[in-house]
């Protein structure tokens, strides 16, 4: 079945540092969408990306997906200590069923 | 506008019990999702309904687990009897509906309900 692979698992930056996790799908996705989850909290919607290409930002975050629309990445430029948590990316399969990755747990280290 | 609602929050239970969750979607929302999240791990879809119909159930264990979605609005998850692998947190989620009837795939989550099964 359709699999979405995450990396790193987990990541350790000095706060100022940049960070990038970097999703891949077995398919082609119609879009992909990225959560962030809080340590004890529960996901919460960043942003979708739809188009081939495509690169998105928001104040410090960079999203991109690629051009064959099979993988995206996520990048932060200087972490701080309120980016800590774990970044998933998700795509949808076939009658909208979306699947998680595993997740990038991000540790900034103030 | 109101968030997912879930509850309870926590339950601990022994193997071999029962247990069940509930969720109230946010308004208007019709497709309505249960995850469910192992330490560590990404949340995976368990099942997936558009209104009260299921869209998706391939990965809900059927032997102990079942949900059902009354009247497409809240939606309860049970399981019965559990086992020490079901210890999780389940998330429900809800996605609106688009103009054309396909779910935009933004998905909105609830708290969720940690289950801890000794």
């Known amino acids: 079945g359709q699999q979405v692979m995450q990396i790193p698992q987990y990541q350790h930056v000095q706060e100022g540092e940049d960070f990038t996790t970097y999703c891949n799908s077995s398919?082609?996705?119609?879009?992909i969408q990225w959560y962030k989850q809080r340590p004890g909290g529960h996901p919460v919607f960043l942003i979708q990306?739809?188009?081939?290409?495509e690169v998105k930002k928001q104040k410090r975050l960079t999203f991109q997906f690629g051009e064959a629309k099979k993988n995206s990445s996520l990048h932060i430029t200087a972490t701080q200590t309120t980016d800590v948590g774990t970044y998933f990316c998700a795509g949808p399969t076939g009658g909208f069923k979306t699947i998680f990755g595993a997740g990038t747990r991000l540790f900034v280290k103030a | 506008e109101a968030g997912v609602a879930q509850s309870p929050r926590y339950k601990i239970i022994e193997k071999r019990q029962s247990v069940a969750f509930w969720c109230n979607p946010i308004?208007?929302?019709?497709?309505l999702y249960w995850y469910q999240q192992i330490l560590g791990q990404g949340p995976k879809l368990l099942i997936q309904?558009?209104?009260?119909?299921?869209?998706?159930d391939s990965q809900l264990p059927k032997d102990r687990f079942s949900a059902e979605r009354l009247k497409g609005v809240d939606s309860t998850l049970k399981i019965q009897p559990a086992k020490l692998e079901d210890s999780a947190v389940y998330l429900c989620a809800s996605s609106p509906r688009t103009s054309g009837g396909a779910s935009t795939g933004e998905l909105f989550f609830g708290e969720g309900s940690r289950l801890t099964v000794l």
């Open positions: 309904f558009q209104n009260n119909g299921v869209v998706d």
């Open positions: 990306l739809v188009k081939s290409g």
């Open positions: 398919t082609t996705l119609s879009n």
């Open positions: 308004s208007g929302h019709a497709t």
